[in-house]
């Protein structure tokens, strides 16, 4: 079943106004321009991410994120602990798993603990279904589209939504789906354009969750409201480091 | 007492003249923002914090900056080791303390090692003083100037400044009372801007020693510079992605 | 014997369509703008850095850069594994070894395993070459060319090539030397241009290998192609923020 999505910026002008608190265990590549696209979309971020502190955090945030990309050791306390302890909506963004052991483990661990949201790419949601070997590091090696299937399939095995990002991002709860085009190139060449997807996914889902919005709704939204702003910034863009300043002004005005 | 302060461009010349080298410990989220901040101010940022090697550089820092943003079990140690080796003027900045008991306890442990300034949000410099549960993560909760009583309470009990960052700024030596108004609202739009500052008051402090000026003074006076290029800033910016961009460019030209 | 080199656009457009995959193993405050800089310039960065995985993703990397600007002790045995595993070129950025016993220890280990290019500034090449005793941090303190002999000593010693960054860069492999002109005195006020510049080089030395480009001119190649970016961005630029964006723009088009 294919599904439309409501306005987007009906969904984002709630989330300025609850500032949702969105808890980030997140790689240590992209955890300021993560911080900054949640400040600029109109949520509060908060990297707590050491044992002793992420499972108390959790228990206050509005969302968590898991992202893997550099999931050292103490980072890989806090999330179990964090994960253990949430009751809200978690995101978990699988980066890179595949061929790297420590974080495909941490993968199926977490999977098992039903993330509310997953999110990658294609090479990423096949490696975590099984069906693939995972890509080079975080490039996308497959396409969008090849992996609906194995996106349908971890959907209904988490009981969660899983969110493909690609040219047209595809985004199903294992029976609808949901596409959303758009977005541009330019953010593929800014390192996190997909990991703070994740947070701001985590962001869309807390606030649609207060506001009787489904999760498969929210998630849709969000990628939505993301790909209108890299438009937006890309067409007043001379490159990938003038596009990464534009885009948090872009997402700082979407939904007004 | 009310104190007002020099004009800031004079020591901020001192400062560029002299380029006090600024060693930082500090979170993860922010650690190249701040170090940005200090090159543009003319500072010289050095992000020396492992243990075995935190200790030998504080002895020939100018000025050290501890940030409990992201407290990895590594970096406290570092901490501790930076703190106890420092001779040079030391800031504190206690992110997010009150609720999360890592930080919370660490605070309170390198409070009694007597920081020649303290630096936070009105929620913060409260939960440090022991007269409020703090905030949720980096936000402000409390207002400044109800604040203000804690603040001058924690400079008495550490011997040093406190400085509470919001609207106004209010900084306190326990007796005397700067305020600095000015600096602008997406500030807080951007990752790291206050723990940014807290790098600012550091070079600033060190600054004002080999100068005469007194560290009350120095720390107002880093707010004063800091605001202004804020303000100037957002005067060309056109959301909080070139606010940031555009504000580097301002602390680069301020004091010339 | 001194050398020139090709025109440095052909390279990069050959890098550009290869995509060499460059595995880094870098400071923390620099990581998010190295990955930028490796994406911009035509480039897959992979932040790959923890034990257990390292070694794994060594194996199948173009070229790997191992930076000494914060090592903690998890990323210290995840280098050992990448440098052992690697069979590809690895570049060493011993940042601000000198003083700090612990990246001092680690850079003379690693040295020992002879990398492809070691890059710094004049302190760090005296001081890995024995001939000094490093700077203030990421400093330089001395100049390039007084640090000429102790780069050409260094590059005999460890069979590789030397490059020292400076107002005007030096190339050596210990008998053929390359100055590269140019630049911009901005690139020294945003923190991690000289360490984004050993990626860079990661990236051309991989390049260069597959096109039959010796090492010292690839090394001369890809400080060329970083200094005219430089330059342009500079004349685009109102100060080091603007300037960091629009470098990363300019990476992004040299050698289309």
Do not use: K
Not at 40 to 62: C, H, N, Y
Not at 102 to 126: D, F, K, Q
Not at 151 to 165: C, D, Q
């Amino acid at each position: 079943m294919s599904r439309t999505i409501v306005e987007p910026p009906r969904l984002h002008a709630a989330l300025r106004q609850s500032t949702p608190l969105v808890q980030c265990l997140t790689n240590a590549v992209v955890s300021n321009f993560t911080a900054n696209v949640l400040l600029a979309v109109g949520a509060a971020p908060a990297m707590v991410d050491i044992p002793g502190e992420a499972g108390t955090f959790a228990r206050v945030a509005g969302a968590v994120l898991i992202n893997l990309g550099t999931p050292r050791e103490e980072q890989r306390v806090a999330m179990r602990e964090a994960v253990s302890a949430a009751s809200t909506p978690w995101v978990l963004d699988p980066v890179a798993i595949g061929v790297l052991s420590v974080r495909t483990a941490l993968a199926e661990e977490l999977l098992a603990l039903r993330p509310t949201v997953i999110r990658g790419n294609a090479s990423e949601i096949r490696a975590l279904a099984g069906a693939g070997a995972g890509g080079r590091g975080v490039d996308a090696v497959d396409d969008v589209e090849s992996a609906g299937g194995a996106a349908a399939a971890l959907a209904r095995r988490s009981g969660g939504i899983v969110a493909v990002s690609g040219a047209v991002d595809l985004i199903t709860d294992g029976s609808s789906t949901v596409r959303v085009p758009g977005g541009d190139e330019l953010l593929t060449r800014v390192t996190g354009g997909g990991c703070a997807l994740g947070a701001v996914v985590a962001a869309f889902v807390a606030t649609g969750r207060a506001r009787g919005v489904d999760d498969l709704e929210a998630v849709a939204t969000a990628h939505a409201v993301y790909s209108a702003a890299a438009e937006r910034a890309a067409a007043a863009a001379s490159g990938p480091g003038t596009f990464a300043a534009r885009f948090l002004d872009e997402l700082a005005v979407t939904g007004r």
